[in-house]
């Protein structure tokens, strides 16, 4: 079975760092994008960053600068480093992995059970 795992949530004060791990099975990690989003109380779920098997990156306007999306493919973990956070920050953060088959050409999608990031004083 497929399984995305998360973890490294918890509560920072502001302008403090933290760093989230996603550990992925069931499926060949190199061959997937990944990606974070995450969702504030009340809010929509938005796109955080992405890093592709090749290791680009792209990342929400609102966290370039602060976070940075790796990837470590020999142990299927994606991670996300926060630093300078912000209490607007806070959120659930959830792991995606995707990728299109390029036998039948659909999408497959497989997102963890999220992780809770609280920023505050």
């Known amino acids: 079975q497929v399984q995305l795992v998360e973890s490294g949530g918890g509560l920072v004060q502001p302008g403090g760092s933290l760093r989230l791990s996603c550990a992925a099975s069931g499926i060949m990690f190199s061959n997937y994008v990944m990606g974070w989003y995450r969702q504030a109380p009340g809010k929509q779920r938005e796109l955080v960053a992405v890093?592709?098997?090749?290791?680009?990156?792209n990342y929400a306007a609102f966290v370039k600068g602060r976070f940075t999306i790796s990837r470590v493919n020999a142990g299927n973990t994606v991670y996300l480093q926060m630093n300078s956070l912000k209490p607007e920050d806070t959120a659930v953060y959830y792991c995606?992995?995707?990728?299109?088959?390029?036998?039948?050409?659909?999408?497959?999608?497989?997102w963890g059970q999220g992780t809770q990031v609280t920023v505050s004083s």
């Open positions: 995606k992995a995707a990728r299109v088959s390029p036998i039948s050409g659909r999408s497959a999608e497989y």
């Open positions: 890093i592709t098997s090749g290791g680009s990156t």
